[in-house]
């Protein structure tokens, strides 16, 4: 498949209107196929993956962050993205916001 997008890409550098966008999101998922493809190597190979280069979700790259530490008992580590959600006594959701 990469090899495949690689053609296209080169055929939308040449466009003009709402194809840059187009052309951005083609190369920033050539360049996680490109990782993906080098962290399944390393662990055919039976080596490990730095820390720094492991990806947590390939859906939402946001995630691909430090892991949270949590001081919780049983709990030493959690994956998702840090809300703020605000109840009122009868816990009714007054306000809520994604922390990026």
């Known amino acids: 498949m990469l090899e495949r997008s690689q053609p296209t890409a080169a055929k ?3 466009s003009v209107g709402l194809v840059p966008l187009l052309l951005q999101m083609i190369e920033n ?18 080596e490990k993956i730095p820390h720094e280069e492991k990806v947590f979700s390939i859906f939402d790259f946001r995630a691909a962050r430090p892991l949270d530490k949590k001081s919780k008992a049983g709990v030493a ?15 009714f959701i007054l306000h809520h916001e994604i922390l990026w």
Do not use: F, N, T, W
């Open 77 to 91: 580590v959690e994956l998702g993205m840090p809300v703020c959600i605000l109840e009122d006594q009868h816990q």
């Open 29 to 46: 998922y050539q360049a996680h196929a490109l990782r993906q493809l080098y962290q399944v190597r390393l662990l055919l190979d039976d």
């Open 12 to 14: 939308l550098k040449s």
